[in-house]
């Protein structure tokens, strides 16, 4: 018989004109389709290995250096390198790699190495190879350098003992102490490396920097994947208690993928997640979050030498219109707390009792969310019809847009226009780090104001000083104030913390009566562990000056 | 054969130039700056912005800038990547690898799987077999390949942990266990292409008088399909698959981002980003050379497909 008389009689016999073959083919086709989803969640996740983690991060680790500002590489690059003071978890500046700290009037700063420091290869760790890399940092103009000491106010530098060096500034400064000794701009490179490579090419896979930090970067992969290794001749493991051998941490590039990651097991953790997703993560893939205030506030900076924020009321204005407590709900999912200046509440710590802090507050200008007072502002200024701008926001940071968009309805009501314009990181960040008064992408932008320890100082010297009202220089709005300037130069001078304290304060009644800065919101920083491992004490700090985050882990 | 072969070639050196110079251009005029990326968010010393400025030539007009670059490339000095600090050879070439396995694997399983399916549902149109397939096809056309990959993961990485959810591995079977699902993920939507391909040019030969005549002479199985089938329909089929090749080496990035490989083609949307311009330039030649080069080869193995075509001085 031939096979389409075969057929023939088959599809008789089926009256459907279906093959047996082909029906048995449909069936394991809807077979399978109602096994799939009894699969779901068959294979569990495995007990936590806390010995060799698997962890996970967002993209943003292009390179390891102690050159890199901020973000989750700088993170990375902390695991392998430190310096000689640190700021502890309390927010108090200690000697680390030094043994001695001496600061003498904020002029000179004198630090004396710990005995037997061992770089990770083994070999020794001396105060030459300190002198050596604080006196490139020194002189190395031409390099895209975070640590150019005279960008900072250090004069010079002298090794003044067998393991003693003095840093001296050119003029009195307190920040050199927390900001430059105990911060990136100081973690301690092996001399080859920094010779062979400088800071501009190293921190690639072919020339990654040997530290004295409690991990070796056996591999790294850009932006893919990064080994470590613990650091066998680390001098402080007897401080730290049980952390992991090995990590090996990989970058996720997309959220959603970093969680899914999360529910298949792959990684034990992850640091730097976005609050907003920390539910998702205990509820999907049953985790331990965690939340802690980040060490930036959310702002918005006004361009006090152009139309219309040359005019306080038009400044007024904007600050009254900005409803914080709606974005810390609608955008930070409750992960942040409506911000009253640049100044966040931990700052005071040490320099005003929190009586103070509050007396201080009740008298300082208030810019609660009030349309009808940003009415009023605007109608006494020189633009009482209103005014038109345009913001840029960036593509990788899509709260601001989201802020922006709140805000620009607001403004609507009392007749300001504002453009939001969405566009890319290096587009967004070009006019903020120009800083060039005359760009017309600059007379209102959106930002952070990131600081790497607890000092009000930070924010005034950064923002409001005049030295800083330069292209290229952080002061965003271009403000200038001559009491503001003596305020930050006697504060210099100070050494006492109440004193300087009361400085700040009156530094904080000309920000808020002057207000070329709209402070939105303090935001929090998010993390997530296996429920097998727990942090000791989630902070900000563990991922920039502090102890790096992996000795802070536990098992729970 | 090989004058025409030279004369693509140097044709194609030019297309290269005149590609390089636009992307230089475009990349110059667009918004945002290189010492923005160089110099990150750090305090810009006057120093360190003259000396940015001097390594990388900024301070020259574009055209100078353009002249200098083209001269390095002509000594096969493409430069440092500015944001990975590294050379931007080596910054790509792991990049090609990993694009280069992937795009293979996606590349043999449309193919395999779009032309078996495509012959078998040409032999069998108008069945109900044929209506599937091109069910399946069209479903492998409108579907994004993000959409899918995130399915995939779901399904084979999450549900039954047959895979990894993402990264690239380390080499080896860790390799290969990593790149299944994103090569289903970007297969899937070519096995359509090649399955529509094939079925078109299989069927229009079937209902030639030839491949009658040939069953009827006998011809069956493999060789009436290789032949009499097939061969006919091969040069669009051959067009088509170039095209595909090209595609799956240099614009796949939905799916290298969804499974968190570092490819070409998330390098070249970065470098774009932060205005990474030795590592974009080095991409863009990349890129031209693989389309000229695939071009060539789909010209040349029409010639060996059908002998009836002339190329080059042969075609005279």
Same mark, same amino acid.
């Given at each position: 018989m031939r096979r389409q008389d075969v057929r023939k009689a088959e599809t008789c016999v089926s009256g459907r004109g279906t093959t047996r073959r082909e029906f048995l083919g449909y069936s394991a086709v809807l077979a399978a389709a109602a096994v799939l989803p009894g699969t779901v969640g068959a294979c569990g996740r495995s007990a936590v290995d806390v010995k060799n983690l698997q962890w996970g991060i967002p993209p943003g680790v292009d390179n390891i250096s102690p050159n890199i500002w901020t973000g989750v590489g700088v993170t990375i690059a902390h695991m392998g390198l430190e310096s000689l003071l640190q700021v502890n978890e309390k927010g108090e500046l200690e000697p680390w790699l030094a043994e001695k700290y001496e600061n003498r009037e904020n002029r000179e700063f004198v630090l004396t190495l710990r005995e037997n420091l061992r770089w990770s290869d083994g070999s020794p760790l001396t105060i030459d190879d300190v002198l050596f890399q604080y006196e490139y940092n020194l002189k190395e *103009? =031409?390099? #895209? %350098?975070? =640590?150019?000491f005279p960008g900072f106010g250090v004069a010079g530098v002298e *090794?003044?003992? #067998?393991r003693q060096i003095t840093v001296y500034a050119d003029t009195p400064n307190p920040r050199i102490g927390p900001g430059i000794l105990a911060s990136q701009a100081t973690w301690l490179v092996k001399p080859d490396i920094l010779k062979r490579y400088g800071y501009d090419k190293m921190g690639s896979p072919d020339a990654l920097p040997i530290g004295s930090g409690p991990y070796v970067f056996e591999e790294f992969v850009p932006d893919s994947s990064i080994r470590v290794r613990r650091n066998r001749h680390y001098w402080a493991w007897d401080r730290l208690g049980l952390v992991p051998e090995t990590l090996h941490i990989r970058v996720y590039k997309e959220t959603s993928t970093l969680l899914l990651g999360a529910v298949n097991g792959e990684i034990s953790g992850s640091h730097y997640v976005g609050c907003v997703d920390l539910p998702e993560y205990e509820r999907v893939a049953g985790y331990s979050t965690y939340a802690t205030p980040d060490m930036t506030t959310c702002l918005f900076a006004l361009n006090t030498k152009v139309k219309p924020f040359n005019d306080v009321h038009c400044r007024r204005a904007l600050a009254y219109a900005l409803d914080r407590e709606s974005l810390v709900t609608a955008v930070w999912g409750g992960y942040a707390k409506a911000a009253t200046s640049l100044v966040p509440p931990q700052d005071w710590r040490g320099f005003l009792s929190s009586n103070e802090v509050e007396d201080m507050n009740k008298h300082l200008p208030n810019y609660s969310f009030d349309l009808a007072r940003a009415s009023q502002e605007l109608k006494m200024s020189s633009h009482p019809n209103g005014f038109s701008l345009t913001v840029l926001t960036s593509d990788a940071q899509p709260e601001q847009s989201k802020v922006c968009q709140v805000f620009a309805r607001d403004l609507q009501k009392i007749g300001v226009t504002l453009n939001v314009k969405v566009v890319s990181e290096n587009q967004y960040f070009d006019p903020l780090y120009k800083n060039d008064p005359t760009d017309p992408n600059h007379v209102i932008s959106i930002g952070y104001s990131s600081f790497e320890y607890y000092d009000p100082v930070l924010p005034f010297d950064d923002h409001y000083s005049t030295r800083n009202? *330069?292209? =290229? %220089?952080?002061n965003w709005s271009f403000f200038s104030n001559d009491r503001m300037d003596e305020l930050l130069k006697l504060q210099a001078s100070e050494t006492d913390s109440p004193v300087r304290g009361r400085y700040f304060s009156e530094m904080l009644r000309i920000a808020q009566e002057e207000e070329p800065y709209i402070a939105v919101v303090w935001p929090e920083i998010g993390a997530v562990t296996d429920t097998g491992i727990q942090y000791r004490n989630f902070n900000a700090n563990m991922f920039l000056n502090g102890v790096p985050w992996p000795t802070g882990l536990l098992k729970a | 054969m090989l004058c025409y072969c030279a004369r693509r070639g140097f044709s194609g050196i030019i297309v290269l130039i005149a590609l390089s110079a636009a992307v230089f251009t475009m990349m110059y005029m667009a918004p945002g700056s290189m010492e923005t990326t160089l110099l990150g968010k750090a305090p810009r010393s006057p120093e360190a912005i003259m000396a940015v400025r001097q390594e990388y030539h900024l301070d020259q007009p574009v055209w100078k800038q353009y002249c200098i670059w083209l001269g390095r490339c002509m000594r096969g000095d493409f430069g440092n990547?500015?944001?990975?600090?590294?050379p931007t050879i080596d910054v790509i070439g792991r990049a090609a690898v990993l694009t280069a396995e992937l795009g293979v694997l996606a590349f043999g399983l449309a193919v395999i799987v779009g032309m078996g399916l495509g012959v078998a549902s040409a032999l069998h149109a108008r069945t109900p077999m044929d209506r599937v397939m091109v069910g399946a096809s069209v479903i492998g056309t409108s579907t994004p390949t993000f959409i899918l990959g995130v399915l995939l993961m779901y399904a084979f990485a999450i549900a039954l942990g047959w895979f990894p959810v993402s990264g690239p591995g380390r080499g080896g079977l860790d390799r290969m266990s990593h790149l299944v699902l994103p090569a289903l993920a970007l297969g899937f939507s070519c096995f359509a292409e090649v399955l529509k391909l094939t079925r078109a040019g299989v069927l229009n030969n079937v209902e030639q008088d030839s491949y009658l005549f040939a069953r009827a002479r006998g011809v069956h199985g493999w060789l009436l399909i290789r032949r009499y089938a097939l061969r006919g329909g091969l040069i669009p089929l051959v067009t088509g698959l170039a095209l595909l090749l090209m595609y799956l080496l240099t614009g796949a990035v939905l799916v290298e981002v969804a499974f968190g490989l570092p490819g070409v083609a998330s390098l070249l949307v970065d470098a774009v980003n932060t205005k990474d311009v030795p590592v974009l330039q080095a991409l863009t030649l990349l890129t031209g050379a693989i389309v000229i080069i695939l071009n060539l080869v789909a010209d040349i193995s029409y010639h060996f497909i059908d002998p009836r075509v002339r190329i080059g001085e042969m075609a005279r």
């Open positions: *103009k =031409g390099q #895209p %350098l975070y =640590g150019y *090794k003044t003992g #067998p009202a *330069k292209e =290229g %220089l952080t | 990547s500015i944001t990975y600090r590294a």
